[in-house]
């Protein structure tokens, strides 16, 4: 009897992974494909987005119009990979924006005030860069502030300081070295204006994927951002993973500060401050989880497109600024609600 029961055991009990994919139904597939590439929902949402503004008006897709839009996407898109290592580690910087705008002011006031080399200049600016960034990884990693508290913060405190130091100021391109707004130089490509801001650009979202993809920090940062806990217990040093994103932030930022003189012929305390709503959309749009441990600097590039494009076409379409800022905060909650539905793809 047992010798029977144990011959009919493996024929007659059902088969789990077969039962499994039964009861899977083709949105939970989908969802699972959009969990393992995060970056094909923004590309979908790109594609669309383009069609409809340039349907809506012809001059959207003139190349003079796509040329303002990627020289637009430079600086948000720089700002947004910076924000997408923070939030790879589940974290936030609000302050992403004060950054950039205080390493500019450095960069053009000690060159053209203070006579410094345009190099030295551009390496104070990375060193201002390097400093918020150590300053915020001091206090999420020693402190153990939340990142959001944290940044929210320092987002005040470096706005503050870009006012003492610059008074206000602005520095005009004219007055600037010709180093400083080569950034904003331009080249034909297909017809459209690419300026040398969106080429440092692409040539950084270049190195840092390589670098999430194929170093071990780069899966460490993965791994704290998906579980810190289970990352310490692995072996992996928490804090200072954590520390280096934030210096890694800051370094980006500083380049993001090059882009912005030469995208503005100008280096201004009140330009670029409030690009932090933009930069932390694409970084969502893009695929890039909220909660750590997902995501894929291409898709942010994707967002920053996106960020980007909408913001063109609407402003095409005849809206009000107003009305473009309440669209791109549908856009955040919209990718935040897809995100929360993506993360319960089964595994």
Not at 90 to 109: C, F, K, P, T, Y
Not at 144 to 172: C, D, H
Not at 220 to 240: N, T
């Amino acid at each position: 009897m047992s010798q029977q029961s144990a011959s009919e055991v493996p024929a007659s009990a059902p088969d789990l992974a077969e039962e499994f994919l039964d009861r899977t139904t083709p949105l939970d597939r989908v969802r699972g494909v959009l969990h393992r590439h995060p970056a094909i929902s923004p590309g979908i949402v790109l594609v669309l987005a383009v069609i409809v503004f340039g349907g809506l008006n012809d001059r959207f897709l003139e190349p003079s119009n796509l040329s303002l839009v990627t020289q637009q996407v430079a600086v948000v898109g720089t700002l947004a990979l910076a924000q997408t290592l923070i939030i790879l580690t589940a974290g936030i910087d609000l302050s992403v924006g004060a950054v950039m705008v205080l390493a500019s002011m450095v960069i053009a006031q000690t060159t053209v005030n203070n006579g410094l080399p345009p190099l030295a200049g551009l390496g104070l600016g990375l060193a201002v860069g390097l400093a918020a960034g150590a300053a915020n990884g001091f206090l999420v990693t020693r402190l153990k502030l939340p990142p959001f508290i944290v940044t929210l913060g320092s987002l005040n405190v470096f706005l503050a300081l870009t006012l003492l130091y610059s008074g206000g100021a602005t520095v005009r391109g004219r007055d600037m070295p010709s180093q400083l707004t080569l950034t904003g130089e331009t080249f034909a490509l297909g017809g459209v204006n690419i300026s040398l801001g969106v080429v440092m650009m692409s040539v950084l979202y270049v190195a840092v994927a390589l670098i999430l993809h194929g170093t071990a920090w780069g899966r460490h940062v993965y791994a704290v951002g998906d579980d810190p806990e289970a990352a310490r217990l692995a072996g992996i040093r928490v804090s200072r993973v954590l520390t280096s994103v934030y210096l890694a932030s800051g370094a980006i930022l500083a380049v993001a500060a090059w882009i912005q003189i030469g995208r503005s012929n100008a280096a201004s305390p009140n330009i670029g401050v409030d690009l932090n709503l933009d930069s932390i959309t694409a970084v969502v749009i893009g695929g890039t989880s909220l909660f750590g441990g997902r995501g894929a600097v291409w898709g942010t590039l994707l967002g920053a497109l996106i960020v980007g494009v909408f913001r063109n076409g609407l402003s095409l379409a005849g809206l009000d600024v107003l009305w473009q800022t309440f669209a791109v905060g549908v856009l955040i909650i919209a990718a935040v609600s897809v995100d929360q539905w993506i993360r319960k793809a089964r595994k």
